[in-house]
């Protein structure tokens, strides 16, 4: 159920609402917006069902067919944009974030801090605790690789993202960095991501590796039920039949979650593809798709890296990238003004 609000309704309206609404058992969640904003109902109580039209502030109340309650265009028509430090997500320009695979050392941290600074990327990324397939390859480096990431995305300036892989690790994780990020093998891992909302930072939620579009907007679901509305949604790429790249990316489901949900899409053609020949040309298609911004794997010497060496991109390639990604966000933002004048 949607209760949809007055333009004139006042906030203590909307208090008065929301607590009558949760007195009665309907978990209401308060989306604000355009107008009033909405109030979606998690849990509407059939009994109270002749009450919703007539509480304070609302104008009308409506069935929510969506299964992505708080994630659908629904329930919320405007994109949401996300806010971190200077940077926002979701919003006009294309965002990079890049940085190297794994948090290896505080060196090799802070050089490829300064490449992605010198190229023009505004979020630092590096894992500190790595998912790795097997069990004896490098694990990343724990706490000590978070303390080197804040460490260095503060000395240069830059927000930083990590991946969380276990819900006890998330209130650590979320004291130094300024993005959670959930890897693919843990998208459908429903404690991590209750927590991850819980931390109340900005959570980049990747893409299983075998998950349909709607498992992954639910999985978002359980992000947003938290009461944490900064989501980011990332594809990175989908196991098919097709050997050649690493993985398939799917930019088709990049136009496709844009137009069922008012979260910010990011793609991360590092993972997606595996080779940095296609690295660049995916960038580039992911903005033209809709992505409000990618994610890339970066490394001082690809050569001796611990995790993923053979997908990093060298300086000149991140700075190609970052032209290209701003010339495409360019190009998008102009050919959306056409259309709308052309109406
Ligand atoms: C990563 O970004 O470091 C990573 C492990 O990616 P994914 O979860 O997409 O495999
Ligand atoms: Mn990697």
């Not at 004139?8 to 609404?21: N, P």
């Not at 991140?318 to 102009?334: D, H, I, R």
């Amino acid at each position: 159920m949607l209760l949809h609000l007055h333009p004139q309704s006042t906030e203590e309206d909307i208090r008065e609402t929301l607590s009558w609404l949760a007195a009665h058992n309907n978990e209401p969640v308060y989306l604000p917006g355009a107008g009033s904003g909405r109030i979606v109902l998690l849990a509407p109580n059939p009994d109270c069902r002749e009450q919703f039209g007539l509480l304070p502030g609302v104008c009308k109340a409506t069935p929510l067919f969506s299964p992505y309650k708080l994630a659908g265009r629904e329930s919320c028509p405007d994109d949401t944009i996300i806010t971190v430090g200077r940077i926002q997500i979701g919003g006009g320009e294309p965002v990079v974030m890049a940085g190297p695979c794994a948090v290896e050392s505080r060196e090799q941290t802070r050089l490829a801090a300064q490449m992605a600074k010198e190229a023009g990327a505004q979020i630092l990324r590096g894992g500190a605790y790595k998912p790795r397939t097997s069990p004896y390859t490098f694990q990343g480096l724990g706490r000590a690789g978070l303390e080197i990431l804040a460490e260095v995305g503060r000395e240069l300036g830059l927000p930083t993202i990590t991946e969380v892989i276990t819900p006890e690790d998330v209130p650590e994780v979320a004291q130094y960095v300024d993005v959670l990020q959930i890897g693919a093998r843990n998208m459908q891992n429903f404690a991590l991501l209750s927590a991850a909302g819980e931390s109340g930072k900005p959570v980049m939620l990747k893409r299983g590796l075998a998950a349909t579009i709607e498992e992954w907007l639910l999985a978002a679901e359980y992000i947003l039920r938290t009461g944490n509305r900064q989501v980011i949604l990332c594809e990175r790429g989908i196991r098919t039949f097709e050997p050649a790249t690493r993985n398939t990316l799917d930019l088709s489901a990049v136009a496709l979650a844009r137009a069922l949900t008012h979260l910010p899409v990011v793609v991360d053609p590092s993972h997606g593809t595996g080779r940095p020949e296609l690295i660049i040309p995916m960038a580039r298609a992911a903005i033209a798709a809709g992505a409000h911004g990618v994610m890339v794997e970066i490394h001082p010497d690809p050569c001796s890296a611990k995790c993923d060496g053979s997908q990093a991109l060298n300086l000149t390639e991140l700075k190609t990238l970052v032209y290209e990604v701003n010339a495409t966000g360019k190009l998008m933002a102009s050919l959306a003004t056409e259309r709308m004048e052309k109406r």
